[in-house]
């Protein structure tokens, strides 16, 4: 069975930086996406970026520009480089990763972290 745990999380001033890394682990997989989301209270879950194992990334509008999404094939990790943070990026952020088992591999399984909370203060 594949674990996915974030860490990184915390308050940080306005204009600040966090960095949040993501590791999965398990036995006889590979990965295909990984992303981190985000959801703040009263508010949907929201994608924040992605990164395929070939490294393209996509990114929301909202943090264009400020947050990098890389990863570690070889290490089955993600990070989330997070600069020039506003109040607005409060939230729990989460880490997802799509999951190919060697013995079932046409089959993709999404695995979720249990979230990192990173307040912005102003």
């Known amino acids: 069975q594949v674990q996915v745990v974030e860490s990184g999380g915390g308050l940080v001033q306005a204009g600040g930086s966090l960095r949040l890394s993501c590791s999965v682990s398990g036995s006889s997989f590979s990965i295909d996406t990984m992303g981190w989301y985000r959801q703040s209270p009263g508010k949907q879950r929201e994608l924040v970026a992605l990164?395929?194992?070939?490294?393209?990334?996509t990114y929301a509008e909202s943090v264009k520009g400020r947050f990098t999404i890389s990863r570690d094939n070889a290490e089955n990790t993600a990070w989330l480089q997070m600069n020039s943070l506003e109040p607005e990026d409060t939230a729990v952020y989460y880490c997802?990763?799509?999951?190919?088992?060697?013995?079932?591999?046409?089959?993709?399984?999404?695995?979720w972290g249990q979230g990192t909370q990173v307040t912005v203060s102003s």
């Open positions: 997802t990763a799509a999951v190919r088992y060697y013995s079932t591999y046409t089959q993709v399984h999404n695995y």
């Open positions: 990164t395929t194992s070939g490294s393209s990334t």
